[in-house]
């Protein structure tokens, strides 16, 4: 089996998520072109690395907001009980 992974800086700039073979020189080009870093990802293309970030921050979202509705409903069911 052939594993075809590297590393990528995941840029953003507005909106447009780019992601290039992680190279020191190459990143600081593109932030002089206004793009921002955001992440370093490995994987096997451009398109791969940008999706792992998107999963990974989705991740990152998630136990948050349940804790949130978690202790919502806990103070709900309090107030309720009262």
Do not use: H, N
Not at 16 to 23: M, N
Not at 62 to 73: E, H, L, N, S
């Amino acid at each position: 089996m052939y594993w075809c992974v590297m590393d990528f800086y995941v840029l953003k700039k507005d909106d447009e998520l780019k992601a290039i073979p992680a190279d020191k020189a190459a990143c600081q080009r593109y932030e002089e072109l206004g793009y921002s870093y955001i992440d370093k990802v490995a994987a096997c293309t451009e398109q791969a690395a940008i999706k792992k970030l998107k999963v990974k921050s989705l991740k990152i979202l998630v136990w948050p907001i349940i804790r949130v509705v978690v202790v919502a409903i806990a103070v709900a069911a309090i107030w309720l009980l009262s």
